[in-house]
């Protein structure tokens, strides 16, 4: 369950933040043997404007 908090005293105790998610984790799922997942930068889109 994800909820999006508005209270503005809530949000205020977050630094820099505009809104809130606060997160529940209800399950954990465990995979043995999965393979894991590598991830690297990869080059801009020539067609990304330039900023």
Known sequence: MAEIIWDEAAIASFPGAGRVVR?????VVQLNNATELWWEDSEMSPF????
């Open 23 to 27: 997160f529940e984790i209800r399950d």
């Open 48 to 51: 990304n404007p330039k900023g």
